[in-house]
């Protein structure tokens, strides 16, 4: 069998004094194992228990998650940790390692390393509706940065700040609209593709503004506010303007 994000996986199932276990399921990205308690209760069917599953993922293609993001995803991610609780509500426990990540024409042109874990905060739907805190921070030689993502119960991040060299890029919402505002981020280690093929371009300067962003389907606009940009060999002190995309 085949999996558009795993691709072709095997796996081994078995039962055994209540408890169904999976003993190893492989991937060419993906290795797990996972028990899940059962148990038949009269008049009500089966009961499940909370899952208990260790993984272990090695350089997986982000462009295997387009479908579920919505838009073009680049770059590869390493991850290894435990997933736990009841199905409705699982808890990550997750250590992440992300190789220069991007979605449609932009690039981030770094790696970052940090962690993904159940979000201590009640989401809106109520306790135990799920979701997580991802944190990562941006490691050497690029400049010191973080990012601070919560995501919703469907694992899709409805709040995404970013901060580097006391600038700061914040996005709320869902990924077919986010309202985004900036203030004074540097856009240091970004590339933005243009023309046919796609070659990155890296992009300088210190954006502020706001507007809204929309990766189902991509689209950007908003009022930017660039000083000291760089871009294609170009430069300037100041850049206002309108952009849409």
């Known amino acids: 069998p085949s999996n558009p994000v795993v691709g072709p996986w095997q796996a081994s199932l078995r039962w055994s004094e209540g408890v169904l276990r999976l003993d190893r399921f492989s991937a060419p990205h993906l290795e797990a194992t996972a028990d899940l308690p059962l148990a038949l209760r009269p008049g009500r069917g089966l009961g499940w228990g909370e899952l208990e599953a260790r993984l ?4 997986l293609p982000l462009a295997r998650l387009d479908r579920l993001v919505g838009t073009r995803l680049q770059g590869r991610l390493d991850a290894s940790g435990a997933v736990r609780g009841p199905l ?3 808890r990550p426990d997750l250590a992440f390692t992300v190789d220069r990540p ?17 979000d ?4 809106a739907g109520g306790p135990g509706a ?3 805190l991802l944190r990562l921070s941006a490691l ?4 010191p940065g973080r990012i601070e993502a919560r995501l919703d119960r469907r694992w899709l991040p409805e709040r995404v700040a970013l901060q580097r060299q006391g600038g700061r890029l914040e996005l709320l919402g869902r ?3 986010y309202r985004w505002t900036a203030r004074g981020f540097p856009l240091q280690g970004l590339a933005l593709a243009l023309g046919r ?25 908003g009022r930017v506010d660039l000083l000291r940009p760089q871009f294609l060999g170009l430069g300037g002190r100041r850049v206002e303007a309108t952009v849409a995309y």
Do not use: C, I, M, Y
Not at 56 to 59: A, E, L, Q, S, Y
Not at 120 to 123: E, H, I, L, R, V
């Open 130 to 132: 799920g979701g997580g």
């Open 140 to 143: 050497a030689p690029a400049p």
């Open 88 to 90: 409705a509500s699982l």
């Open 56 to 59: 272990r993922v090695t350089g």
């Open 197 to 221: 093929d796609r070659r990155f371009h890296t992009l300088q300067g210190d954006l502020s503004g706001k507007g809204t962003l929309s990766l189902q389907p991509l689209a950007f606009n």
């Open 120 to 123: 201590a905060t009640p989401p």
């Open 175 to 177: 990924p077919d609209g």
């Open 102 to 118: 991007g979605a449609g024409p932009l690039l981030l042109q770094e790696r970052w390393q940090g962690t993904l874990v159940a």
